[in-house]
């Protein structure tokens, strides 16, 4: 048995908005979670429909995440990430001035 007609009999007899999940087109506002309207899951609810597949997709760029993360991984056990050119400057000044305050902080407890 179908709710649908019910919702739609609700609807006309509610004096506030109704919302459909599920239950027909009788309600004031159709609700489906973006996920089911993409099809991110590989699978859906019984009340769902797609309108892609973003499933195969999120696969694939997990797939590729992953292959990125382990080369700097590598780098990074290597020594070889960062390089010089990719760390940020400070002044000697600057430096001088910051290690004079760490020294002065005492050592942490």
């Known amino acids: 048995m ?3 007609p019910v919702t739609a009999l609700f609807t ?3 004096m506030l908005g109704t919302v459909s ?3 027909g087109a009788g309600a004031d506002i159709q609700y489906l979670f973006g996920f ?3 099809g ?3 699978r859906k609810s019984r009340h769902a429909r797609a309108w892609d597949a973003f499933a ?3 696969d694939r760029l997990h ?3 992953k292959a990125a993360f382990a080369p700097f991984r590598q780098e990074v056990l290597a020594g070889t990430y960062p390089a010089l050119s ?3 400057a400070m002044s000697a000044d600057e430096q001088t001035r910051f290690a004079d305050w760490v020294a002065g902080q005492g050592p942490r407890s």
């Open 21 to 23: 999940i599920g239950f």
């Open 36 to 38: 089911d309207i993409l």
């Open 63 to 65: 797939n590729r995440r």
């Open 86 to 88: 990719e760390l940020v």
């Open 40 to 42: 991110e899951q590989g």
């Open 56 to 58: 195969s997709e999120y």
């Open 2 to 4: 179908l709710g649908a």
């Open 12 to 14: 006309q007899a509610a």
